[in-house]
């Protein structure tokens, strides 16, 4: 047996000691790390629940290694440390994903041009490194174990609420537990609901800036239908110089444009368009544009090596590509260059309209589509110039980093109302209504079709979720507009901190099922 020599009982009291002190210096490490972005300085370290068993498992590995690397010099057995803990985190975070949907420090990492699958982060290395000489310390020092103890439970403490806080170091404040409570709830969220003609329902911290998270998709939306307008399409022109021998092409493929969205469904129309030809067998060198861009890889040499690499990477591959048209194809080489002057057109592969592509950025809450969007328009500060000028509201009032809703960003309740106004205007002039980009609740596949499908706001709500898990201590967001018997339309916002996202969401269902019963109920069904 490989644990015959040690102690069981003695064996799980350590297991259980590593996993609060793995806690307990994460969360420090945490609250240094966030020191920078966090303008109130408050040093609020966090931490998940779920990394116990993974701190768990440090006194099975030193158990196991520490006779064979004790005599490493001490830049070894820490590089060996980082090593490991990369490895653990590593298979731990994706088991999480796939429990969870995502880890909980996924969003904090895909961040970071460090990431690996959003998994580790390879610039922790040195955190690692010297986390493993401290587990390293105290395992060879556990009659200290009762100090290490205290200290991570004293720093663990305020995981489970980063909001609360401690009555005991503030006995000059007289206020009661409940109604602190109560005061921290209203400060943690910000709520506006309004009819269509101005006249407010319900109200509270409507001038405050929160975090919007994927809100910010519909700005990004906004100036991307205001910029294109909605039966806008991306072109790429395929031409073709070669020769054509039965059912085979051998030559040259040119690809020429720029359709950020171009991917393995657009080469699908290139090979249907050669099948409608007879061409069965395509045996060809590929040439790009400078500017054409493939599955969201960077422009030119590394979109041209991406749909090499499609079709030459094996014969299932190859096979799942083309399978649809029956069209086998061999690409020799794959570089930047422009067509011969001999080059005919072969088609024009076009985009899905910008309408389509924004409702789908929108239901999905894609952020890779709402960045690509951000980038042409210039930005995410030239998507909040046109938004500030458009609803006439303040830097203060609508702010953004990004423009997909990531990292920190900050609209008030009262600036979201006027964005989720103007969105609506803009539509209209295209003649188009809110439903025709917003996802419908439990109807369109997305983020809220799971959420709502067996709930009373099915079908007469339209709105965008929004989720951070660490950002901004965590955020939840529901925007959008629900249709009411007696209210007619009415406009909603609601913003929350915190990380408990789960509750955050059943709170929000709950406000505004109540909202539409005391609206008299539903009214028409969006879509219909």
Request: glycine share 10%; hydrophobic share 45%; net charge positive.
């Amino acid at each position: 047996m490989l644990f015959t020599s040690i102690d069981l009982p003695n064996l799980l009291f350590e297991m259980a000691l590593f996993a609060i002190l793995g806690l307990g210096f994460e969360t420090v490490f945490t609250a240094v790390l966030d020191w920078k972005s966090d303008k109130r300085r408050f040093l609020m370290g966090y931490s998940s629940l779920w990394y116990l068993p993974l701190y768990a498992l440090t006194p099975v590995f030193l158990h196991l290694a520490t006779g064979s690397i004790s005599e490493l010099p001490i830049w070894m057995r820490g590089s060996i440390y980082a090593i490991v803990i990369f490895g653990v985190e590593y298979c731990g975070m994706l088991a999480l994903r796939l429990l969870l949907g995502a880890s909980p420090s996924e969003e904090g990492y895909q961040k970071s041009r460090w990431s690996i699958h959003g998994l580790i982060r390879l610039d922790y290395f040195p955190a690692f490194f010297l986390l493993g000489l401290a587990f390293e310390a105290v395992f060879r020092q556990l009659r200290f174990v009762v100090i290490f103890v205290a200290l991570a439970c004293t720093l663990t403490l305020g995981v489970g609420n980063t909001y609360a806080a401690d009555s005991n170091t503030m006995p000059d404040l007289a206020i009661s537990v409940e109604a602190d409570k109560e005061r921290l709830l209203r400060e943690s969220q910000g709520i506006l609901v309004e009819e269509l003609d101005g006249e407010v329902i319900d109200e509270q911290n409507t001038d405050i800036a929160f975090n919007p998270a994927s809100a910010v998709k519909i700005l990004t939306a906004y100036a991307t239908l205001k910029h294109f307008g909605p039966d806008f399409t991306f072109e790429t022109k395929i031409l073709v110089d070669g020769a054509t021998d039965g059912s085979s092409f051998e030559g040259d493929i040119f690809f020429e444009g720029s359709d950020p969205f171009f991917n393995t469904a657009s080469l699908q129309k290139v090979l249907t368009e050669f099948k409608k030809r007879g061409i069965n067998i395509v045996d060809a060198s590929l040439f790009v544009s400078p500017n054409f861009k493939f599955a969201g890889k960077a422009p030119g040499q590394k979109s041209a090596n991406a749909v090499k690499g499609l079709f030459g990477g094996g014969k299932k591959r190859r096979a799942k590509t083309s399978r649809t048209v029956g069209v086998t194809v061999n690409l020799k080489s794959a570089r930047v260059g422009t067509a011969s002057a001999e080059a005919e057109r072969l088609t024009v592969v076009q985009s899905e309209t910008i309408r389509a592509l924004t409702k789908d950025m929108l239901s999905r809450s894609d952020n890779g589509m709402a960045e690509t969007f951000g980038n042409i328009l210039g930005g995410p500060q030239s998507v909040a110039k046109i938004c500030r000028a458009d609803f006439a509201v303040t830097s203060h009032a609508l702010s953004i980093s990004t423009s997909s809703g990531l990292g920190v960003n900050r609209v008030s309740p009262k600036a979201m109302i006027a964005a989720l106004r103007g969105f609506k205007q803009l539509l209209s002039g295209f003649k188009l209504k809110l439903e025709d980009a917003l996802p419908i609740a439990g109807t369109d596949h997305g983020t809220i079709y799971k959420r709502f499908a067996n709930s009373q706001l099915k079908g007469v709500l339209v709105g965008k979720t929004g989720t951070l898990v660490q950002t901004d201590k965590g955020a939840s967001v529901l925007v959008g507009e629900m249709s009411t018997l007696l209210r007619g339309q009415v406009l909603f916002v609601v913003f929350q901190r915190g990380r408990n996202t789960s509750k955050l969401r059943l709170s929000q269902n709950k406000f505004l099922e109540e909202l539409l019963a005391e609206s008299g109920g539903p009214g028409f069904k969006y879509g219909v």
